[in-house]
């Protein structure tokens, strides 16, 4: 920990939409940045790889979590990892895997990636804290 600054590693379990759990995870990381501490990384998991989502396309009256989690990562540099294993269960693939799988599209949003597990694990080992929002 360097003057108080703390680094974080975030859990995103909530899908983008319906519930809080993902909005409140972007805002944690925004402010955190602000106030002058670092993301290693965020991992979405479970419902929470919906936020990866290219398709997503909210009503003009709402925000778009994902392009917003987006600028974020790139503006602060920060990994936004995605569970392989709960992607595909609910049809997020990159295009690797969709030609693999020999899916006539893909729609992983940039810069979200697609990890394992195991990158939870280094993004915890990473951090000063480790935080899950559902």
């Not at 501490?37 to 989502?53: C, D, P, T, W």
Request: proline content about 4%; aromatic content about 8%.
């Amino acid at each position: 920990m360097l003057n108080g600054s703390l680094k974080f590693a975030v859990v995103v379990s909530g899908a983008p939409y319906g519930t809080q759990g993902a909005s409140s995870a972007y805002q944690f990381c925004a402010s955190a940045v602000q106030a002058g501490h670092k993301i290693v990384g965020v991992f979405f998991y479970q419902e929470g790889v919906l936020n990866a989502s290219l398709l997503v396309s909210p009503a003009s009256d709402e925000i778009n979590l994902p392009s917003l989690w987006a600028q974020l990562a790139t503006a602060h540099q920060f990994p936004l990892e995605v569970c392989v294993s709960a992607s595909l269960r609910r049809g997020i693939v990159n295009q690797v895997e969709a030609e693999q799988l020999a899916l006539a599209q893909f729609n992983l949003k940039s810069p979200f990636v697609l990890s394992g597990l195991g990158q939870l694990a280094e993004l915890s080992a990473g951090a000063d804290r480790l935080v899950q929002f559902k």
